[in-house]
């Protein structure tokens, strides 16, 4: 499916403000950001503005200060570190939309760039009120928005400033769109679905949607545990959510109806408690005994899900297969991981415990699309519209 918003390569930008919603909620060591993928993953548009004369205002929100300052979500360390990567000074507004940030806008020059502070140190952010929304544009002449990870919510600096000033996708948002709708809507055959994590209800859309697109769904981590349990099988001190159990039994009849496969591990990898020192068995089956706890798929699972992985035309990953942060627990998912890295057809990486995963074993570089998006990638599979990108202007 093509991309039918105007994009900023369709704006004349040349010497005019640009507003630009990123997304650098980005982890913190006191002052240093721990993982810069984020504010890498905007350069291209940054740069692509600089290049061509813009006068570059960056807004992002870090953390859930809800509408306070906390000085320890300040944004100070992500221009620090933009600054570095672009090689440029980065300036930094001490307010979202205020004064400081309206005199500091009033002297950028062409190609420069300025941070303003963290948007959700406005209460009126998170409301998407309009009178921030107007705030902020009023001090841009054109908006682009390239938060593809905080597209999903409906907020002032991601929806609300849309509707007062022209409003283009960034270059990373146009791309994560692009990529993920691919897979549901034109993926090359067969189409497989690894999906893991902790909740079905996290991802029962997602499991509704590809049981009538994909060829093959592969569930792991601790997901299985309803199925396990509305299959009657004894789960022992697995996780397991109790309202889960019921959409496990739907999506297992939707699959017994239907085309898609829907798989499930059938030996798994125990502990005593989640824990990387607690006692380990291999179970050859899927009966978890009292006093043990399913933390990860077993080998034979494991290799399984590799192998068709590996004859996929379109892979789809979202969700660890287990515990793979626990030493002993990290056997399924570092070969689902080699697997997706390794696979010859078109790999998609979406939500957060997947991509660390990737980078814990060194294999981002290897996939064809890694999103930035946790939420906002669930809900662009499962076929809902994103507010972030709803409101762009149309091509």
Same mark, same amino acid.
């Given at each position: 499916?093509?991309?039918?918003?105007?994009?900023? +390569?369709?704006? $004349?930008?040349? #010497?005019?403000?640009?507003?630009?919603?990123?997304?650098?909620?980005?982890?913190?060591?006191?002052?240093?950001? @721990?993982?810069?993928?984020?504010?890498?993953?905007?350069?291209?548009?940054?740069?692509?503005?600089? #290049? /061509?004369?813009?006068?570059?205002?960056?807004?992002?929100?870090?953390? /859930?200060?809800?509408?306070?300052?906390?000085?320890?979500?300040?944004?100070?360390?992500?221009?620090?570190?933009?600054?570095?990567?672009?090689?440029?000074?980065?300036?930094?507004?001490?307010?979202?939309?205020?004064?400081?940030?309206?005199?500091?806008?009033?002297?950028?020059?062409?190609?420069?760039?300025?941070?303003?502070?963290?948007?959700?140190?406005?209460?009126?952010?998170?409301?998407?009120?309009?009178?921030?929304?107007?705030?902020?544009?009023?001090?841009?002449?054109?908006?682009?928005?390239?938060?593809?990870?905080?597209?999903? +919510?409906?907020?002032?600096?991601?929806?609300?400033?849309?509707?007062?000033?022209?409003?283009?996708?960034?270059?990373?948002?146009?791309?994560?769109?692009?990529?993920? @709708?691919? *897979?549901?809507?034109?993926?090359?055959?067969?189409?497989?679905?690894?999906?893991?994590?902790?909740?079905?209800?996290?991802?029962?859309? *997602?499991?509704?949607?590809?049981?009538?697109?994909?060829?093959?769904?592969?569930?792991?981590?601790?997901?299985?545990?309803?199925?396990?349990?509305?299959?009657?099988?004894?789960?022992?001190?697995?996780?397991?959510?109790?309202?889960?159990?019921?959409?496990?039994?739907?999506?297992?009849?939707?699959?017994?109806? &239907?085309?898609?496969?829907?798989?499930?591990?059938? $030996?798994?990898?125990? &502990? /005593?408690?989640?824990?990387?020192?607690?006692?380990?068995?291999?179970?050859?089956?899927?009966?978890?005994?009292?006093?043990?706890?399913?933390? $990860?798929?077993?080998?034979?699972?494991?290799?399984?899900?590799?192998?068709? *992985?590996?004859?996929?035309? @379109?892979?789809?990953?979202?969700?660890?297969?287990?515990?793979?942060?626990?030493?002993?627990?990290?056997?399924?998912?570092?070969?689902?991981?080699?697997?997706?890295?390794?696979?010859?057809?078109?790999?998609?990486? &979406?939500?957060?415990?997947?991509?660390?995963?990737?980078?814990?074993?060194?294999?981002?570089?290897? *996939?064809?699309?890694?999103?930035?998006?946790?939420?906002?990638?669930?809900?662009?599979?499962?076929?809902?519209?994103?507010?972030?990108?709803?409101?762009?202007?149309?091509?």
């Amino acid at each position: 499916m093509a991309f039918d918003k105007a994009s900023v +390569r369709d704006a $004349d930008v040349d #010497g005019k403000r640009v507003l630009v919603r990123v997304d650098f909620n980005v982890p913190l060591d006191g002052e240093e950001v @721990t993982d810069d993928t984020r504010i890498r993953a905007a350069l291209p548009t940054i740069e692509y503005l600089t #290049g /061509r004369g813009a006068r570059v205002i960056l807004c992002s929100h870090l953390g /859930r200060p809800k509408g306070q300052v906390v000085p320890e979500l300040s944004l100070a360390p992500a221009a620090k570190r933009l600054s570095e990567l672009t090689g440029q000074p980065v300036g930094l507004a001490d307010d979202v939309a205020g004064q400081d940030s309206e005199a500091k806008v009033e002297d950028l020059q062409p190609g420069q760039i300025l941070l303003l502070e963290n948007t959700r140190f406005e209460p009126g952010e998170t409301e998407n009120a309009p009178a921030l929304a107007a705030r902020l544009a009023a001090l841009a002449d054109i908006y682009v928005n390239d938060a593809f990870g905080a597209a999903h +919510r409906a907020h002032a600096s991601t929806a609300g400033v849309a509707a007062d000033l022209p409003a283009y996708a960034g270059l990373l948002l146009e791309k994560e769109v692009e990529n993920l @709708t691919s *897979v549901a809507t034109d993926p090359a055959r067969p189409l497989v679905v690894v999906l893991g994590g902790a909740k079905v209800s996290d991802k029962v859309g *997602v499991i509704d949607r590809f049981l009538e697109i994909a060829d093959q769904i592969l569930i792991g981590g601790a997901m299985c545990f309803p199925f396990y349990k509305a299959q009657g099988h004894a789960i022992g001190g697995s996780l397991c959510h109790d309202d889960d159990i019921p959409l496990a039994r739907e999506a297992l009849e939707k699959a017994a109806a &239907g085309n898609c496969e829907l798989v499930l591990p059938t $030996d798994l990898a125990l &502990g /005593r408690e989640f824990s990387a020192d607690t006692d380990t068995e291999e179970l050859d089956g899927v009966d978890v005994p009292e006093g043990w706890m399913g933390l $990860d798929i077993g080998p034979k699972s494991a290799a399984d899900y590799a192998a068709r *992985v590996g004859s996929a035309g @379109t892979v789809l990953w979202n969700g660890p297969m287990g515990a793979f942060e626990l030493g002993p627990f990290a056997g399924g998912t570092r070969t689902v991981a080699e697997a997706v890295a390794a696979a010859p057809g078109y790999t998609v990486v &979406g939500g957060g415990d997947s991509v660390a995963a990737l980078v814990k074993f060194g294999l981002t570089d290897q *996939v064809n699309w890694v999103s930035t998006g946790g939420g906002a990638s669930l809900e662009l599979l499962e076929g809902k519209d994103l507010p972030g990108v709803a409101a762009l202007n149309d091509k």
